[in-house]
Each structure stands twice: as structure tokens, then as C-alpha cells.
């Protein structure tokens, strides 16, 4: 399993757990998967890596923007607006909770900001964004035994 395979399990899993679906997508897909899918749920709409060299391997750091969405009322008086809030508050922790709480994940950067109505799709929620660093989990084994890269000087030069 690659870090990036282990990462996307762990937020399916996590949203699993809190009783919401996951769905990784950009924002415009949302759109469409939401008009389908009612609140409550969290999406997963921006994915940038990076690499740091330490010794002879890779620390990927992941840089994420979600949306964390509890719902999407019509016409919501201001006590409905304020409870949606709260919930989609307390989801996106939770969801960061136990994105903490896994062994090999360090959760270096979290942020949020309130989402209202932004779309006709989405409604009330959070949109926050996470830095998360674990080790490298990509299988190497293979490429261990391989020499051909190691010098590349053609020997008739």
C-alpha cells in the first residue's frame, strides 16, 4: 500500500466511523454528487504533495483542503443556521481526531472557516484545510536490486 493508498483509506475510514459519506472529488463533481447525496459529508477537494529527503528516504507531507458539510436546509431561520454550524464544527474535529489519533500520521497544520450556502449544493459546514506528514509507504523492493539508474555514463565515452 503506497502513503497515498493509506491516507484515502484512513479518511474513508474515518468518515466511516462518524457515520458519513467520504468522497474524494473536485468541486465541480461535488455539485453533481451532491444534488444526489444529502448532508451529512465530507469531501476531499484538493490534494498536493510534497517530499522531504531524510537519510535515504521520502517524509511525505500532504497539503488538504475538505469540506465537511451537516446541512443543507432551505430557507433556514438563524437557530437552524447556528445548530448546522455547531454540527459540521464538531464533525470536521472529529474527523481530525481521529486522523490524529492514527500511529503513523502527524498532523502539522489545521484550519477552518464557516461554509454557508456556498452553491446551491452545499449548504451549511466547514471547509478546512490539514498538513499531514507519515513516513514513505510505497514498496521500493523491487527497484532495490535494479542498478541501471545508478550510472548512467554511456562506457564508450
Known sequence: MTS???????FSTSAQVLG????KT???????WAEKNKPPFI????????NE???????????????CVAASI???????????????DKLCKEFRYLIDSNRLVNTTSFDSEELFRDGVYLGVGKGFTMSIQLPDLNDYCVLD????????RDCNE
Not at 431561520?77 to 455547531?86: G, K
Open 4 to 10: 497515498l493508498e493509506y491516507i484515502l483509506k484512513l
Open 26 to 32: 473536485t468541486p465541480k463533481k461535488l455539485q453533481h
Open 20 to 23: 458519513v459519506p467520504f468522497i
Open 145 to 152: 536490486c535494479n542498478t541501471e539508474t545508478q550510472d548512467i
Open 53 to 67: 529527503k531524510v537519510r535515504n528516504n521520502y517524509l511525505p507531507s500532504y497539503n488538504l483542503a475538505f469540506v
Open 74 to 88: 432551505k430557507d433556514a431561520n438563524e437557530e437552524q443556521i447556528t445548530q448546522s454550524q455547531i454540527d459540521a
Open 43 to 50: 469531501a476531499l477537494l484538493d490534494l498536493a504533495e510534497t
